[in-house]
């Protein structure tokens, strides 16, 4: 049986060691040089650059999120152990493990690891589809002849990089298509390689829950255990003609996946639709001025992301949460595409001025969207505001001495309250 050692790469005929170098961290599978649709999962993403960034966090429970209101965006192993898990309610973890260092999350800082880590891809393969920051489908197909090596054997030495250069780790799943191949990265986390072959996939499933599913949550699941559908086994037990009947186009591809069946490709032209950025406070507010620093922080972030993709937007979106859950959004349409955050504060706060009778509030976003080159964003003058150039020429040559000098090296005034 065709085996791989994760260590030194070596390959040979399966064992329990590698007669290389004496590893156990051997991987063997029938099909394990034939597949080539992976999908690369870094492990505890956020809490492992933090622990990266700052050895002391090594052997404690780590949780990145914001505040009371806020919800857990990563948890790192040990806090795992202690039951937090993400999405769950920061009051919730926190009840679960009192003891965990909380960190507020560093877009910024994630999204240029997450750049560094696809640049190692990018050496293994033009296919890949970006899930997240932290994880991504590779199609390997065709890649064995110029790296001399299959991809199995590519992926190994990809998330050995990872370690060894940027100091963080990832897990792998390789099959013969997308489903598959997400299934098997969750099965050995974390520093996992799993392998789901064609031959096996069928009675791999088989009594494995319908949760599996990427995407079945719990509304979805519920209305599949009202049809008695709980495990992969339940549902090869309907005709796919039935299964359309209940569940309309889920049905079909709930039938093919029951199957280990999936045509999707992996794609690497999933245009951003939208880019946004929010934040939910400790308590409720209806202080103007406290709303304004957080409205002015959010437009740069929004605009700070718009640059990094060279990307601009036409709209601009307010999202507001009242203090009885209840959503409000306002959104106007520009005369011409912005990434310019002093426009997008301003649109952003005239909106806000609409809505402030609603206050308080317990969550406040900011976003923009119809998306479009920046290359003729910002451009138009505007009449009703002749200093609207002058603003953003200043902008421009603040974004410069930021990019120098650091994000820290300029600061608004509206941006410290």
């Not at 009947?245 to 999707?264: E, I, K, P, S």
């Not at 310019?340 to 969550?363: C, K, N, V, W």
Request: net charge positive; with cysteine.
């Amino acid at each position: 049986m065709p085996a791989l050692c994760r260590d030194c790469f070596h390959t040979f005929e399966a064992g329990a060691r590698c007669p290389a170098c004496r590893s156990p961290r051997v991987l063997s599978h029938p099909e394990l040089f034939d597949l080539t649709i992976a999908h690369m999962d870094c492990d505890a993403f956020y809490a492992s650059v933090e622990k990266r960034d700052d050895p002391a966090l090594a052997d404690k429970p780590v949780i990145i999120g914001g505040g009371q209101r806020g919800v857990v965006s990563t948890a790192c192993y040990i806090a795992r152990i202690r039951g937090v898990r993400s999405a769950m309610p920061m009051f919730q973890a926190l009840k679960l493990c009192p003891e965990a260092v909380v960190i507020r999350p560093r877009g910024e800082h994630y999204a240029a690891i997450s750049r560094q880590i696809r640049a190692l891809m990018e050496e293994l393969s033009p296919a890949i589809e970006p899930l997240s920051l932290d994880e991504a489908f590779l199609d390997m197909t065709g890649t064995a002849r110029l790296h001399g090596a299959p991809p199995a054997v590519m992926l190994a030495r990809l998330v050995k990089r990872m370690e060894d250069e940027l100091g963080l780790s990832g897990s792998i799943g390789l099959s013969h298509n997308k489903f598959l191949a997400k299934v098997a990265s969750d099965l050995d986390k974390p520093r996992g390689f799993s392998v789901i072959g064609a031959a096996e996939a069928a009675d791999f499933l088989r009594d494995k829950p319908v949760s599996l599913i990427w995407g079945v949550g719990g509304a979805t699941r519920a209305s599949l255990e009202r049809a008695g559908i709980r495990t992969f086994a339940d549902l090869l037990r309907w005709d796919k003609t039935d299964l359309h009947a209940r569940f309309g186009t889920m049905g079909d591809r709930l039938w093919h996946l029951a199957r280990g069946q999936d045509d999707r490709r992996v794609s690497s032209h999933h245009p951003v639709k939208s880019i946004s950025n929010e934040t939910t406070f400790f308590e409720d507010t209806a202080d103007p001025e406290l709303l304004d620093g957080h409205l002015w922080r959010l437009a740069e972030k929004v605009a700070d992301r718009a640059k990094a993709k060279d990307i601009a937007g036409r709209v601009v979106t307010l999202k507001l949460k009242r203090a009885d859950f209840r959503g409000l959004t306002r959104r106007i349409s520009l005369p011409d595409a912005t990434q310019s955050a002093d426009r997008i504060y301003r649109t952003a706060r005239a909106l806000f001025d609409t809505a402030l009778g609603e206050a308080p509030f317990r969550l406040i976003g900011v976003g923009i969207s119809d998306l479009a080159s920046a290359e003729t964003a910002d451009r138009s003058g505007d009449l009703l505001d002749p200093q609207a150039a002058r603003r953003i020429a200043a902008e421009r040559a603040t974004d410069a001495i930021r990019a120098r000098f650091g994000t820290g090296a300029i600061l608004k005034g509206r941006a410290i309250r």
